[in-house]
């Protein structure tokens, strides 16, 4: 059974930092284009940044420079720096993981970021 848990989330003020994680069972995460989403409220899921193999790193234009995903092979786990967070940035973020052989989209339940003074 494929789980992807998030953690890492909060309340942090405008120009702070977080990082939040995603730790991955029953795949092998490092085989599979891993992606952060998020949705504020009222909003569409937007995409904020992937890793893969295939590509390497990207993001979404609104978050270039700031935040940075990378990922831990032996940890199973993929990360998401987010540093000078913006109020604009509050959503709930969503690790998702993609396996471009079967077609297979999994999500995890998602994490609360919240940027106010």
């Known amino acids: 059974q494929v789980q992807l848990v998030e953690s890492g989330g909060g309340l942090v003020q405008p120009g702070g930092s977080l990082r939040l994680s995603c730790a991955a069972s029953g795949i092998i995460s490092s085989m599979y284009a891993m992606g952060w989403y998020r949705q504020a409220p009222g909003k569409q899921r937007e995409l904020v940044a992937t890793i893969s193999r295939a590509v390497g790193t990207n993001y979404v234009d609104s978050v270039k420079g700031r935040f940075t995903i990378s990922r831990d092979n032996v940890k199973n786990t993929v990360y998401l720096q987010m540093n000078n967070l913006r109020p604009e940035d509050t959503a709930v973020y969503y690790c998702?993981?993609?396996?471009?052989?079967?077609?297979?989209?999994?999500w995890g339940q998602g994490t609360q970021v919240t940027v106010s003074s």
């Open positions: 998702h993981a993609f396996d471009s052989g079967s077609l297979s989209h999994y």
